[in-house]
C-alpha cells in the first residue's frame, strides 16, 4: 500500500521503517515541532525521509498540502485533523493511542493510568475521527502493570508494540483480513488532560501509596517527581516503595525519618516512603544531613 506518515517522535519513524520492510511504499512524512521527550525529532525525521527518498513537510498548515496515499498512520501530530483531511486517503488515518478506549481518551494516557491505579496498560490502533480518540478500533495491545512498573518500563513496551501494531494493523487492511469495531457506547469516556513537569511535585501529605504512583508516574523518560529540602534544594526522585515500619511511629509529613542501606525513609500523610534513586548521586546524602530535615 501507498503509506502516508503525520506526526512526531521516534515511533513514526519505526513504523516507517517496519512498513518498508514489509514492502509498503512511504509516500510522504508530514511533521512538526518536536515533542519534548521525543528520541527522534523534526530533524531526525527529515534526515529518514531524505536518505529513503520520501517527500518531507515541517508544517502545522498540513490541511493545505497536496497529499496523495492509501492509507496515513499518525502519532503525536499536535493539532486535531479535521473531516476533510481524514476523509481524503480511501482507507483513512490510523492513530496509535497508549490508552484503552473507549475508555481512556486524550493525553498522558500511561501516566494518569499508573496514577489511577490501573493494573492493565493498553494500545490502541484505531481509525481517526474528528472527535479525539472516538474512531472504530483496528486491534489493541494489552500488557499487565506490576506494583513497581513505571514509565521506564512502560516506554520501553511502546517502543517494542507501537510501531509494530500501526504496520500490522495496515498489513490487515491491504489483506482484506482485519475488521474495524465500533467503541462500545456504553462505556463513559474517562477523558486524560495533559500533565505539566510541575504536576510530579510531591505533597508528602498524601498517602504512601499515593506518593509511589506518583514517582512511577514520573520516571524516566520523564523527569521525575520534585521535592525540596528545607535548605531550597530541588530533588527529583526517580524510584521509590511504600516501607511498612515494624514499629508505631508520629512523624510530620515530609519528615526524614531513618535510612534503610542508605535510602532516605519518609513519613507520608499515611505510611512511609522509602527513597531508593534520585537524579543526583548526592540527594540522598543531603537528604539525610539531619533527622531533623523535612522536605516539601
Not at 244 to 254: N, T
Amino acid at each position: 500500500m501507498r503509506v502516508g506518515l503525520i506526526g512526531r517522535t521516534h515511533w513514526l519513524r519505526d513504523a516507517g521503517v517496519i512498513a518498508r520492510q514489509r514492502g509498503h511504499d512511504l509516500v510522504f512524512l508530514v511533521t512538526a515541532p518536536s515533542a519534548n521527550a521525543s528520541q527522534a525529532g523534526s530533524q531526525d525525521l527529515e534526515v529518514f525521509a531524505h536518505e529513503h527518498g520520501i517527500p518531507f513537510h515541517n508544517t502545522l498548515r498540513i490541511s493545505e498540502l497536496d497529499l496523495d496515499a492509501d492509507i496515513c498512520i499518525s502519532v503525536n501530530w499536535t493539532t486535531v485533523l479535521r473531516t476533510p483531511l481524514l476523509t481524503r486517503f480511501p482507507y483513512g488515518v490510523l492513530n496509535a493511542h497508549a490508552g484503552d478506549l473507549p475508555r481512556y481518551r486524550g493525553n498522558a494516557t500511561l501516566n494518569w493510568a499508573i496514577l489511577n491505579g490501573e493494573t492493565e496498560a493498553c494500545l490502541t490502533v484505531h481509525r481517526m475521527v474528528e472527535e479525539l480518540d472516538a474512531g472504530p478500533i483496528a486491534l489493541q495491545r494489552r500488557r499487565p502493570i506490576g506494583p513497581d512498573d513505571d514509565m521506564t518500563v512502560l516506554s520501553r513496551w511502546l517502543d517494542e508494540v507501537l510501531p509494530t501494531a500501526l504496520v500490522d494493523a495496515v498489513d490487515g487492511i491491504a489483506d482484506g483480513t482485519l475488521v474495524f469495531r465500533e467503541q462500545d457506547p456504553s462505556i463513559r469516556p474517562l477523558r486524560a488532560y495533559p500533565r505539566k513537569p510541575e504536576d510530579s511535585r510531591i505533597d508528602w501529605r498524601s498517602p504512601a501509596e499515593a506518593i509511589v504512583r506518583l514517582v512511577r508516574a514520573s520516571a524516566p523518560p520523564f523527569g521525575g517527581a520534585i521535592t525540596t529540602g528545607e535548605d531550597g534544594r530541588e530533588h527529583r526522585i526517580l524510584r521509590a516503595r511504600v516501607h511498612r515500619p515494624d514499629h508505631d511511629y508520629l512523624a510530620v509529613p515530609g519528615q526524614v525519618c531513618f535510612a534503610i542501606d542508605g535510602h532516605p525513609v519518609i513519613a507520608a500523610g499515611e505510611g512511609m516512603v522509602e527513597i531508593l534513586e534520585c537524579d543526583a548521586p548526592d540527594s540522598k546524602r543531603v537528604i539525610l544531613s539531619s533527622l531533623r530535615n523535612r522536605l516539601v
